[in-house]
């Protein structure tokens, strides 16, 4: 009997242990992806930045690594109509530019996913733009 209520003893603390780790980390949506600006001109050089912004903390999230980027005209029902997408290099923590080749006035999605730093799953996020002459 003393070993039943022993190994149940042991299996419960493992148990909330676990459940106490899993719910000390921060999961892909605790991170908000903010456009720096959402109205821009159209043209091949055309710059845009997103913050990313732990939502616990408001804090900027630096030293996200950007590995998929996607620019297209969702908006405007033209989500196969895509655009060209260049990183650049920003000064400001936690703030990642890019440079947008936005061949036409209208609506246009910026899909991106990063991996944050500590963090297992990947966050994502989308913004929407308008583009104007």
Do not use: H
């Amino acid at each position: 009997m003393k070993t039943i209520i022993s190994t149940a003893r042991t299996v419960l603390a493992i148990a909330l242990l676990s459940t106490l780790a899993v719910s000390a980390y921060a999961g892909a949506v605790d991170y908000e992806f903010q456009p720096v600006k959402t109205e821009l001109p159209t043209g091949p050089e055309s710059e845009f930045a997103v913050k990313i912004v732990d939502k616990r903390t408001g804090k900027p999230v630096s030293d996200a690594v950007i590995f998929e980027t996607r620019l297209d005209m969702a908006p405007d029902g033209m989500e196969a109509m895509t655009s060209k997408v260049d990183a650049l290099p920003s000064q400001e923590p936690g703030v990642y530019k890019f440079k947008l080749n936005l061949s036409m006035a209208g609506g246009w999605r910026f899909k991106m996913a990063a991996k944050i730093q500590g963090e297992e799953d990947t966050a994502q996020g989308e913004v929407i733009l308008k583009a104007a002459d």
